[in-house]
């Protein structure tokens, strides 16, 4: 009998543990949710600037792609393969701002030029849809810089080649030159 009160007590203050943790996460969550979401952490994280080459770039923008594909079931539509992506870029340590830096190709100096497209050819598309994933570009250098470039790696392609050569990204990761 006295263990069965012991049992009833001990549930009972682990109720009301529980309950007031809930009632707390209730009544704060929102705001701290708001806190993060603006920047506060209670930890601090140095920020820094982001130096990638187009290497680099073009395997960031390929996990990203893979994470959208993976919540998605799809890549993106190619009108909006950037928008979707620069969300998956995003690091604790990486400022919005510097984050955008991986998809620009770093040789490109003017602000408003990124650089790079998205295949036509697989936007859209589900990676195992793709008959040579090894070899099929998913993103290229282009000669197209607007944001949200897409088309056909064969016809878009900068000529003359950009310093270094012009690269792309299959679909299964691999980062090639461009023929």
Same mark, same amino acid.
């Given at each position: ?7 009833? =007590? ?160 299959? =679909? ?8």
């Amino acid at each position: 009998m006295a263990r069965s009160r012991a049992k009833k =007590v001990v549930l009972f203050v682990v109720g009301i543990f529980v309950g007031v943790l809930a009632y707390l996460a209730y009544r704060f969550g929102p705001a701290l949710l708001d806190l993060a979401n603006a920047g506060w952490t209670l930890s601090d994280i140095e920020q820094r600037e982001y130096q990638g080459t187009s290497k680099q770039n073009l395997e960031a923008i390929h996990v990203a792609l893979m994470l959208y594909h993976d919540s998605e079931g799809a890549f993106p539509p190619a009108a909006t393969w950037m928008d979707v992506t620069k969300l998956r870029l995003k690091t604790r340590d990486l400022s919005d701002e510097e984050s955008l830096k991986k998809l620009k190709n770093p040789v490109l100096k003017n602000e408003s030029e990124w650089g790079y497209a998205i295949n036509e050819a697989v936007a859209g598309k589900y990676k195992d849809d793709i008959k040579d994933p090894e070899k099929t570009l998913l993103v290229f250098d282009s000669a197209a810089t607007a944001w949200n470039a897409h088309g056909d790696p064969t016809k878009l392609s900068p000529k003359p080649a950009r310093p270094g050569g012009n690269l792309g990204v299959t =679909v299964s990761g691999k980062v090639i030159p461009l023929k």
